[in-house]
């Protein structure tokens, strides 16, 4: 089987199982949306303007709700057994990491759709042109490229759940700083142009750990 | 007594002589900086100690990454008990130069504290390393968790200076020794600045060197536990 079927059998598989579950979807989406309304009482009633703190809420919401996301997308499989066949087949340890990459972007991303006109309605603002969702898919593949790795990682640990945002967030930070100025640069009507070193930052950071993800993840999964 | 330890003490004894000069220079024999308070101009001393510490770190964290990369490539044990070792002396030299910063940045900032870009970096850097150690002590098996460890290592070090570069774009205090133009110490300081930095080094490989031993040590105190079935 060639490298990119291998990739796409395993993304089809996990996006099947989700559609017949809802698991790591609702989860996500429910807890995501818990965060938002969560900040919303604690700032209200210090903050002047709620809009000021939107962009840092929206990436919170992200960051909780995607390594909620991640811990499932690899609970689920190791309680089944589900892992050890997928270690089994014969494709190649770098198929199976952009297989759970592209499967773990699609459902953060998914989820952010949806969250984004909840916290448009809530806030009064526009967060869907273009240029956000062009910000929000940057910052959500560095998320997941190295969230995936770690989440591999952090399933075999004994503390499992609780061991991914202690290893993911410190390590995600350049993300999380790009991400929050970026958003709230276009929320005060600045250009995607005048935005280039965050950009940089964040695209360096992708590209950069895919690479490391792609080299690496074959000593995760050994067995 | 055979080769390796004898030569051991004997670089410990080298440390310990280069510390104690480079104390007595840093203290007694350096000049006084010039157009600070009083109380600024005491502080200053710091840097004998602050900087070198934490050039110590990075180079004790650069060392892991490297043990790492090696632990990966070979897959000898010894190269994992080089990355723990090293991640562990980092850790402390790390905290070393940050309560250092932070007694400094008293007298001349006012403040014990501040959000620039150095000192988040550092916290950062900080929260990484106690994530390496708080992996490795959630897995038990010895060969996967030196695997893990080494791969979370990897990416760790990776990412300090993006994040460094992105916590950059706020505004720094901090005061910048080496820059394009000048380097930012007189004449009379900077043969004890290197000093410093020197000492420090030494001090670093035989502190590192000893943890290896203890690394080693213990790894065959556990195989003989399971030798005799404890």
């Known amino acids: 089987m060639n490298f990119w079927r291998a990739v796409i059998a395993i993304v089809w598989k996990d996006i099947r199982a989700e559609l017949r579950t809802k698991d790591i979807f609702s989860s996500m989406f429910v807890f995501a949306l818990l965060t938002v309304i969560l900040f919303n009482f604690a700032f209200e009633l210090r903050v002047p303007d709620m809009k000021m703190v939107v962009p840092g809420i929206v990436w919170v919401a992200i960051s909780f709700a995607g390594t909620l996301g991640l811990n499932r997308a690899f609970v689920i499989e190791q309680d089944k057994g589900s892992l050890a066949g997928l270690l089994l087949a014969p494709v190649d340890r770098a198929a199976i990491y952009f297989g759970k990459l592209i499967g773990n972007l699609l459902f953060m991303f998914v989820v952010e759709i949806i969250i984004l006109p909840l916290v448009m309605i809530f806030y009064n603002l526009s967060l869907l042109s273009p240029e956000h969702l062009l910000v929000l898919l940057l910052g959500t593949y560095g998320f997941a490229a190295v969230g995936t790795v770690f989440a591999a990682i952090a399933v075999n640990t004994r503390a499992r759940e609780v061991m991914l945002p202690i290893l993911l967030f410190p390590v995600l930070l350049p993300v999380l700083i790009a991400g929050v100025k970026m958003t709230g640069a276009l929320l005060d009507g600045e250009l995607l142009g005048s935005l280039g070193n965050w950009l940089q930052i964040v695209v360096v950071y992708d590209v950069g750990f895919t690479v490391v993800a792609y080299l690496t993840f074959g000593y995760v999964m050994e067995e | ?230």
């Open chain 2, 1 to 230: 007594m055979n080769g390796s330890a004898r030569g051991l003490v004997f670089l410990t004894l080298v440390a310990a002589a280069l510390v104690l000069v480079a104390a007595y220079a840093a203290l007694l024999m350096a000049p006084n900086a010039a157009g600070l308070t009083p109380d600024e101009t005491a502080a200053q001393r710091i840097i004998y100690f602050h900087v070198p510490s934490a050039w110590l770190s990075m180079l004790a964290f650069g060392v892991t990454t490297i043990a790492s990369i090696a632990y990966l490539a070979k897959g000898r044990r010894f190269w994992d008990g080089v990355a723990v070792s090293s991640a562990e002396i980092g850790i402390a030299f790390t905290l070393a130069a940050t309560a250092s910063g932070s007694l400094w940045a008293k007298p001349a900032w006012n403040t014990w504290w501040t959000w620039d870009p150095r000192l988040t970096t550092y916290t950062i850097v900080f929260l990484l390393y106690v994530a390496y150690f708080m992996l490795r002590s959630a897995l038990e098996d010895p060969a996967r968790r030196a695997r893990f460890a080494a791969v979370y290592g990897i990416f760790a070090f990776l990412s300090v200076p993006i994040t460094f570069m992105s916590i950059r774009w706020w505004r720094t205090i901090h005061p910048v020794l080496l820059d394009s133009k000048n380097f930012g110490l007189s004449r009379g300081m900077l043969p004890v600045f290197f000093l410093s930095l020197i000492a420090f080094t030494v001090f670093y490989f035989v502190l590192l060197a000893y943890r290896v031993r203890l690394e080693r040590t213990r790894e065959q105190v556990d195989a003989l536990k399971e030798q005799l079935g404890y």
